[in-house]
């Protein structure tokens, strides 16, 4: 009966895995729909935005990828199976692709900063070459971040358990993830407030609300608001995450039930970052909205297509079936006309025969 109260639908970790479930859903879906629209337009060669944010994108489906499948995985069930390799690779990406997310934003904003502020001049320097650079730098800047993770963490046996936790000595890890902490989240959000302040504050005070707007002008303001929300939303969502880190370093707490759930929640916070940002497209940008429907209109085009195709094909064969049973008809009847024929003939031929012999006879 305990078993069985155990494993009822409402359990934790069934709860934990839907939760799981849902994030890895949205974000796969949504970050491959936005990166479909921003492929199939054709404007990564002409908008240096596009490409930060098709870059915000990959972070995020590696990030979904790799991280949402294994840590559903560790809080449900009671050991490690994925061996010592994936072990290390697995919460190397996390970090990875956290470093290019942030770092990514931070260069967006550093982005519409110059397009709004200094639009004629920044021309020169939001050449699409240049925003190539820069995402190359991002991950650079990612990659030797995040490259000590892949010994922080290790495959370990503790008490006929496999698990997988950090490695390092307990100074070293309070340095690590103190680091983490001020180059993954603290410093570029200064960044963040520092450029978005001073880039609301232009919009909001060069330009009379109350006037007409040119068209580029709104459009910036749009494309500004869009990615305001997303960092917003970034900043928000890891902050949990950060500070549990941290009040485990230098404050109160203990490992019980409530901080375990604490510690969960502050998980399932920061990874539906990744699965918001589509979100935030399809609400605020028309563009995007467009998009959507042209991939939705596009597939389901393309099954009406296949279904007619198949309906056809089967119109088809039943068409020749139906012609060739006919065919068969008709040459059954005919070859039976011709029996016939050839019977009544022979029976007149046979006639004509006997004809003369009877006279002869009689």
Excluded at 9 to 25: H, K, N, Y
Excluded at 162 to 188: H, K, S
Excluded at 214 to 238: D, N, Q
Excluded at 298 to 304: G, N, Y
Aim: glycine fraction near 4%; aromatic fraction near 12%.
């Amino acid at each position: 009966r305990e078993r069985k109260r155990k494993d009822t639908p409402l359990s934790p970790a069934i709860i934990i895995s839907l939760v799981f479930s849902l994030i890895f859903f949205v974000g796969t879906l949504g970050n491959g729909l936005v990166l479909t629209v921003l492929l199939w337009n054709g404007q990564m060669n002409t908008k240096t935005t596009n490409l930060f944010i098709l870059n915000l994108g990959v972070a995020d489906v590696c990030f979904i990828v790799f991280c949402v499948p294994f840590q559903a995985t560790i809080y449900t069930m009671d050991e490690w199976v994925f061996g010592p390799v994936l072990c290390k690779v697995v919460h190397f990406i996390i970090y990875l692709t956290m470093y290019a997310s942030i770092f990514t934003i931070t260069a967006v904003s550093l982005d519409r900063y110059l397009a709004i502020r200094y639009p004629l001049r920044s021309r020169e320097m939001r050449t699409h070459r240049n925003a190539l650079t820069s995402i190359c730098v991002v991950w650079g800047l990612s990659l030797v971040f995040s490259g000590p993770y892949l010994s922080y963490y290790r495959q370990m046996d503790l008490d006929g358990t496999v698990v997988c936790i950090p490695a390092w000595q307990f100074q070293d890890r309070r340095l690590m993830d103190v680091c983490t902490f001020f180059f993954g989240y603290l410093i570029p959000v200064l960044i963040l407030s520092l450029t978005y302040a001073r880039t609301i504050r232009y919009l909001w005070t060069t330009v009379d609300p109350m006037k007409d707007m040119s068209e580029s002008r709104r459009a910036k303001r749009k494309v500004t608001k869009m990615i305001i929300i997303v960092a917003v939303l970034f900043c928000l969502c890891w902050l949990p995450h950060h500070l549990v880190i941290l009040c485990m370093w230098f404050g109160h707490f203990p490992l019980n039930h409530t901080t375990y759930i604490l510690r969960i929640l502050s998980h399932l916070v920061a990874y539906a970052n990744s699965s918001l940002n589509p979100i935030v497209y399809a609400l605020v940008s028309k563009h995007f909205r467009k998009g959507f429907r042209k991939v939705f209109d596009c597939v389901l085009s393309k099954r009406v297509v296949n279904r007619v195709h198949v309906f056809q094909a089967a119109h088809v064969v039943s068409t020749v079936e139906v012609g060739s049973s006919e065919t068969s008809n008709q040459s059954l009847g005919s070859q039976r006309e011709d029996s016939v024929g050839l019977t009544t003939s022979g029976a007149l031929g046979k006639k004509n025969l006997e004809a003369p012999l009877m006279a002869a006879r009689g």
